[in-house]
């Protein structure tokens, strides 16, 4: 069973930036369409960027621009550069595939606040 941590969050002021990382259990990671999630208090989670196999990305229009995915197979892991940060990226971020998503991780919380 594949198991997903994420990592990299804090606090950071507005216009900061942030890496996050999502590392995977399991060797079905190389193969996998890999996303970016994000869980806002009192709201539903939702995607925010996703890299397919080859390293093709697609962005929600709230990040485009600030916010860039990627991935290293080797090290089953994925990452997203968040820059130019906003108090709306303030959420809970997590990873998983799409389509089939795994378990999910406990996520890893940014807070953008002065």
């Known amino acids: 069973q594949v198991q997903l941590v994420e990592s990299g969050g804090g606090l950071v002021q507005p216009g900061g930036s942030l890496r996050l990382s999502c590392t995977a259990s399991?060797?079905?990671?190389?193969?996998?369409?890999m996303g970016w999630y994000r869980q806002a208090p009192g709201k539903q989670r939702e995607w925010v960027a996703s890299?397919?196999?080859?390293?093709?990305?697609n962005y929600a229009d709230s990040v485009k621009g600030r916010f860039t995915i990627s991935r290293d197979n080797a090290k089953n892991t994925v990452y997203l550069q968040m820059n130019s940060l906003k108090p709306e990226d303030t959420a809970v971020y997590f990873c998983?595939?799409?389509?089939?998503?795994?378990?999910w991780g406990q996520g890893t919380q940014v807070t953008v606040s002065s």
């Open positions: 998983n595939r799409l389509g089939y998503p795994f378990s």
């Open positions: 399991g060797s079905i990671f190389s193969g996998s369409v």
């Open positions: 890299i397919g196999s080859i390293g093709d990305t």
